[in-house]
Structure formats: C-alpha cells, structure tokens
C-alpha cells in the first residue's frame, strides 16, 4: 500500500515550536546582563513571570478550552513571560508580577483564542495593565551604578528628561547619562530593556536564523531616529538627541522583540514597513508631548489595532506590473 | 545574478542524482500508452487490437488544434485498447503494446547519432509540420502541445525564446543530465525553434546550482548566433513559466494569460531536444529521460526512457521498490503527484520517480497559525494564502476570486514554509476549482442571455 496524499511532499525544517525557542536564545544575552546588573532578584522575578504564564495557559487550555494537546508545548507562553518579566521593575512584588501575568495570558492572550489569535501583544498588555493599576511601583527604579545595585532608587533617562521638562529646565541643564552607559546599559529602567547592546545581539540572531525579517525593526527604529532628529534639530533645548531616543525606554526591546510578535504585526513586507513607522512616530510624540515619559508600549499597543486595516491593503502581485 | 522578484523559497535540493550519466532502460514485455498526454483533447486511437506497430509507428492521431499525436514506443502487438487508472487515478484510454522482442523501428527514422548542425533546408513551415507530426508536448510537466505554443496569435511579436533548463524541483536531474551530454543537440534544437518562430535571441536559464551544466552550454552557445546562457539565482519556483520570464527578461505576464502575450515563448530543454530528434532524425517523442531518485535506494539513476514504460518496471533499472518506501511521486517533491500504484505508465511529461521512506512521506502535525506571514513572503504570485486558506475554508468562493485565487498554480511555497504545517494549498485548490467553475457558470448565463 502507497500512501496518497495531495502535493508538496515537502516541508521546510522550521515550525512554531523551533521559531519560539529561537526568540528564547535570543533573550538570553538580555536576560544575563539584567542578572548581571541587579542581581538575582531579576533572575527569580522572570522565572516567576515565565512559571505563572505557563501555569494560566496550561489551566485554561486543560479547563476551559478542553484541549488536549497543550498548547504550552509549543513555549511561546515562555516568551510572554519573559518579555513581561523584561519590561518590569525588578523592585515589584512578586505577586504584581502574577497579576500581570494572568492578565497578559488569560486576557490578552488565551480569551481570544490562544495563540496566533490575539489581537494585542499579551506582554505588553500585562505590562500596561500594572503600570495603570500599580504606577507608584510601576515607576519605582532601582539606581545602576558601575554595574551595581547601591540600594538607591533612581529615575530612567526618560523619566529624568521628562521631569526636567516639566519643572522647566532645559535638556543641556540635565546630568543626563552618557552615550557609551547609554549603550552598554549603565542606566536605570526595566529588567530587560537597559543593556542596547545584549539586545541587538539577540536581534542580530534572530535575523540570522531568518525568525523575522528586517522590516518591523528597521523601519521602528529608523522612523524614532528620523522624527526624533526633527524635533532635535527644531529645538535641541527641549528635545533630546536621536541617538538618547534610540537607546532609552525599551525603544531596542519594543522594536526587536515585542513588535516583531508573529501573531500582532502585519502580514506582508510593506505592512511590517507601515506599521513599524507607525509605532516609531507614536512613540517620540507619546514620549515629548504625552503624560508618561515612556511610550514604546503604548504606541505598539495602537498599532496592533491598526494591523486588520494594515492586512488589508494589497500588496504586489504578480502581473500587476504591465 | 538574476532571479525573479516577488517572492519563492528554498527548499532542500536532494540531487542525489547530480552527475549520473544517462543510462537506457531495458525495453519493457509490455508498455501502456495513454492517448491523453498532453492539454487538450485526447488522440483518438487509429489501430486496433491484433495490429502489429514498430517503434515510432503512430497509434493516436491528434483530435483538434489543442492536442498532440501519439506513438508506439516499441515494436509488437495491439493487445488492448481500453481504459486505465493514469496517474490521478482516473481511468483514461490507454493502448497495451505487447513488445515482440525485435525492437524494429520505422524506417523513415535516422537512428544514427551523427550531429547535424545545418538547418539551411529546413523552412519555418517543415519545421512546425514536424513537431506537430512527432507529437512533442512540452515536457517540463505542464506537457501543453508544442505545435500550438509555436502558433502564437497574428497580432503578437515574439522577440525572445526562452529556453528552461532551471529545474527548481528538488531531486531532479534529468534535464540536468541531458544538457551536459547533448548540449550541442540541444543548441541545435533551439535554433530550429528560433527559426520556426521567426525570433533572433534565445535565453537559456539555468540555475547555478548547475555550474557544469552552465559552463558546457556556455561553451557549445559560442558557436551559434544569438543563444545567450543566463546563470540564475537557485530559488524556487523559478522553473515556472511565468517566473523564468520575469527572471530573465523583466517582463511579467498578465493573469490569465499566455506567455506569447508579453513576447516571449518558453520551452524546456528536454522539448527543445526532442525537437532536434523530430526535425533532424524524424523521430516522434517516443522516450524521454527520467529521474529515479530517493533517500531509500542504493543507487540513483537517469534513465532514458521508453514512454509507455511502468513505473514498476522503470524501478528495476535501480533494483526495484525499496523496502520501507511509503510514497512514490511522479515528479518532484514539490509539484509531483503521488501515485497509488506502480502499475501507471511513464508519460510525456513525467520527469522523474522519487521514492519517499515512511518519515518522508508522512505530514507533520498541524498547529495553530501563528500570522508570521511566511507563506505571503512565499508566494511567487503575491497572492496571501493565509487568506485564501481561510476563505475555501468557509466556502467563501466570491471573494476567493476577489483575491485572485485564480493566478494560483499550486507551486506549494506556501505550504511548504508553513511553521505551522497548516494544509494550505490543499484548501486553497479545493476552493480554487470551486471558482473556476464559478466563473465559468456566470460566463455561460451571459452568453445565454446573449
């Protein structure tokens, strides 16, 4: 008996699973240098953010959804948890980081369907859901200084320009970090999002396995740098320097890691292009004009609204030239 | 290095057969020849059962414009005329040759392998009345008769034959194989074709995965007037005949039309050689070179072929079905189809035999999709068949138009780069028949309005 089935025979070597451990290897430069950084409570506030992540999912696949081949296999609740857990103070309770969780996978994630089906990244929604609910310690900052923890707290660079402004000072009158902290991760902020260099190295691998393409990250980073360059060159007293907007505030990880999410990023080549613009230009008007100094999330979150529309618009066909 | 544009994947290659000379199969007790071959209507048979045939003698006489000639294979006995399973399992009209053992072929054929290179006494008009009486159909796989791609409409120009030495499937080697030992066959060939259509340049495409293929063609071109060799970039589906002409000259064809309309008519290696064989050695397409190829065999070969020739019979050559093979493709792993049984004819258009082990054969387990957009980034139409897949899903056929299902054909990137394993071009042929047929009711109730 032969077996009988439609064409192709073949299938290339890559599937979810080996696409998501992929990502995980590629967080793990981060994930050192934030261990490295503030020691092992970053270590133990991740592994409870990835334990929680995988805990909901398995609870509502097994229970609710009835499935029987878990979902959780497939480790891109890992990622979650991770990413949530890169975009957190390390000082937060650690039962803050379960809520976030529950949130970032029971609602954003598994009430629509699981994965591949969610509207909005769940990281970033279990991220924003904390910094709504729990803003005091949301924006509570442990110092870095040459590496270690001193015990103090600290703003973020971001947080630092922002208060500046407000109180009517001018950028120049700011001790703002130098670019060389800047790009090593010599600043305060988020478990994951300090160190621009550990980040692009995982962004680097990432490419290289061809896990995503150069279109979210590029055009994310690049309109930053651009419209930054604008307001910089309009007014350079009230405006920080590109180079500031394109290492501070998760601008790296928001633009390698939580943009890129398969599930809430365009389909095509030139959607990934539109929408990474989009979340560049949100993110530097979020970041002078808004309320909150930080505004990666936010205008990633907007654009995974958009990307239905975005899907819509059609993209070159063959025979469309003559 | 030129490719086509919009996008393609890369599949594992798997030429196991890479550089294996062309040896000859045995002549077969018995061949089966199906009358239809080729696009187009079926040749109506013009013997009957008891007649005795030599090699070359025909048995199928073209039924219309859009159709082609079919000939004995061997010399022998009518022993049947009646209906088979081919390769779609569907029963077709095939005649049974039961061979004699003497192999004597038509005397008008030249056996001789001399090559004759003067192509002065042949007209335009010779030229085409012998393909058409030799029966060549295009034998890339898509076997569309050549008479008719040679007849292009009056109010078109051709200026460029292209001529298709890609082969993007993997595995494959026979066309391979023929252009490293009859290239000068094959150049010759190319100019008898140049000279029936009346075009002055001729672009052969191979990719470069082929270095020694492109380097003796490359040598045997500089002699003749106006063959260019164009290495391509290794991507598939460049062997398709839409994508061989963007690849090589920037022009792209319209939906739902023929290459002719961009000026430019496409033929395969393998056709262009048997185009030589018809005009200059009167012979009609009676064998053609086959790939039998799997990670399960012990040895690989390419074979020349007589048509008409089993499956099972065509395995021997490599020591017969391997143990553990759970599927067997006529053709690439790509494109070609599985077969149900051994017991099918090699036809004009068959390629290759690829055995699959059980682990081959076997899809991998579907899981969610992910939206990563791979089998959009795939895609050589541009088409999205994350979309279609869910339109044919929900019977959506007006809108499975909408999206130009219809330029779809069915190359497999999308489900082959699927890290979700999701059947996609399965769904999306189901729903592209389904709007064919569509279309096709709707054209017939305006002209019978009309």
Same mark, same amino acid.
């Given at each position: ?48 953010? =990835? ?7 398995? =609870? ?29 103070? #390390? ?5 803050? =980081? ?19 089906? #969610? ?66 991760? #010599? ?51 009230? #405006? ?66 958009? =990307? ?15 | ?12 290659? @798997? ?31 013009? %013997? ?15 039924? /219309? ?8 294979? %061997? ?5 049947? !005329? ?50 058409? !009486? ?25 200026? $460029? ?9 993997? $595995? ?12 000068? *066959? ?37 002699? $003749? ?66 790939? %039998? ?8 070969? @390419? ?12 395995? @021997? ?6 143990? /553990? ?42 899981? @969610? ?40 054909? *069915? ?40």
């Amino acid at each position: 008996m032969l077996t009988v089935s439609p064409s192709p025979h073949y299938q290339s070597e890559t599937s979810t699973t080996k696409l998501m451990c992929n990502v995980l290897i590629a967080l793990v430069p981060a994930l050192i240098f934030s261990v490295y950084v503030f020691g092992f409570s970053a270590l133990l506030l991740t592994l409870v953010s =990835v334990a929680s992540c995988l805990l909901f999912e398995f =609870v509502i696949d097994k229970w609710l959804f009835k499935n029987q081949n878990y979902s959780i296999k497939d480790c891109s609740a890992i990622i979650t948890g991770v990413l949530l857990s890169f975009n957190l103070p #390390n000082s937060l309770p650690l039962w803050m =980081v379960v809520i976030g969780c529950l949130i970032a996978i029971g609602v954003a994630k598994m009430s629509f369907g699981g994965l591949g089906c #969610n509207i909005f990244n769940p990281a970033l929604v279990g991220r924003v859901f904390l910094l709504i609910s729990f803003p005091a310690d949301m924006t509570t900052w442990s110092k870095v200084s040459e590496y270690t923890v001193d015990g103090t707290t600290g703003a973020t660079p971001l947080g630092m320009v922002k208060e500046g402004i407000m109180s009517g000072k001018t950028i120049a009158d700011l001790s703002l970090p130098s670019t060389t902290d800047l790009f090593i991760g #010599n600043i305060g902020g988020s478990l994951g999002e300090i160190s621009v260099i550990a980040l692009i190295i995982g962004g680097i691998y990432l490419l290289c396995t061809k896990t995503i393409t150069w279109h979210i990250p590029v055009s994310v980073l690049g309109s930053i740098a651009v419209f930054s360059c604008i307001l910089y060159l309009a007014n350079p007293e009230l #405006n920080a320097n590109p180079i500031f907007h394109l290492c501070t505030g998760g601008a790296m990880l928001g633009a390698i890691f939580m943009a890129t999410d398969y599930a809430t990023s365009p389909m095509t080549s030139f959607g990934k292009i539109i929408f990474g613009i989009g979340i560049g230009v949100l993110t530097v008007i979020i970041r002078r004009f808004g309320a909150y100094p930080e505004g990666m999330s936010f205008a990633i979150l907007i654009m995974n609204a958009l =990307v239905p529309l975005i899907n819509k618009i059609q993209h070159r066909r063959y025979g469309s030239k003559n | 290095m030129k490719t086509f544009t919009i996008g393609g994947v890369h599949p594992k290659e @798997n030429k196991l057969s890479k550089g294996v000379a062309i040896s000859i199969a045995p002549i077969p007790e018995r061949v089966m020849i199906p009358l239809s071959q080729h696009v187009g209507a079926p040749a109506n048979p013009i %013997v009957a059962v008891g007649d005795i045939v030599k090699v070359g003698t025909k048995i199928g006489e073209s039924a /219309g414009f859009v159709s082609a000639n079919v000939h004995s294979s %061997v010399s022998g006995t009518i022993e049947k !005329i009646d209906m088979y399973p081919d390769l779609s399992g569907n029963k077709k009209q095939m005649i049974v040759i039961k061979t004699d053992g003497n192999d004597e072929w038509e005397p008008t054929i030249d056996r001789s392998t001399t090559l004759q290179k003067d192509i002065t006494s042949f007209t335009p008009e010779i030229i085409k009345e012998k393909i058409a !009486i030799a029966g060549i159909v295009g034998m890339g796989g898509a076997t569309f008769p050549m008479s008719v791609k040679l007849t292009p409409p009056k109010d078109v120009t051709i200026d $460029y034959l292209l001529i298709n030495g890609v082969e993007c499937e993997p $595995y494959l080697t026979a066309d391979h194989a023929l252009m490293l030992e009859k290239a000068e *066959e094959i150049c010759v060939g190319i100019e008898l074709i140049k000279k029936a259509l009346g075009v002055s340049k001729a672009l052969v495409g191979i990719e470069n995965n082929k270095p020694d293929a492109i380097a003796k063609m490359q040598q045997v071109a500089t002699a $003749y007037q106006g063959i260019e060799i164009v290495p391509l970039k290794v991507k598939y589906p460049q062997g398709s005949e839409k994508h061989l002409i963007q690849a090589l000259t920037g022009r792209e064809v319209p939906s739902r039309k023929l290459p002719a309309s961009v000026g430019t008519i496409v033929c395969n290696v393998a056709s262009t050689f048997a185009v030589y064989e018809a005009v200059i050695k009167n012979k009609p397409l009676i064998d053609r070179i086959v790939t %039998v190829t799997g990670t399960g065999l012990t040895t690989t070969a @390419n074979v020349l072929t007589r048509i008409g020739t089993s499956f099972s019979d065509l395995l @021997n050559v490599v020591g017969g079905l391997p143990e /553990g093979t759970d599927k067997v493709i006529s053709g690439g792993p790509m494109m070609g189809r599985a077969v149900r049984s051994l017991e099918i004819p090699i036809m004009k258009g068959s390629s290759g035999v690829l055995c699959m082990t059980e682990k081959e054969a076997h899809r991998k387990p579907e899981t @969610n999709c992910i939206r990563c957009g791979r089998c959009v980034d795939g895609c050589p139409m541009g088409l999205e068949p994350y979309l279609l897949y869910a339109l044919s899903k929900k019977s959506m056929f007006a809108e499975l138009n909408e999206h130009n299902v219809t330029d779809c054909f *069915e190359c497999g990137s999308c489900s082959f780069s699927c890290p979700a394993h999701k059947p996609l071009l399965d769904y999306i042929r189901l729903g592209k028949a389904k709007a064919i047929q569509i279309l096709q009711n709707e054209a017939k109730k305006e002209v019978d309005k009309k």
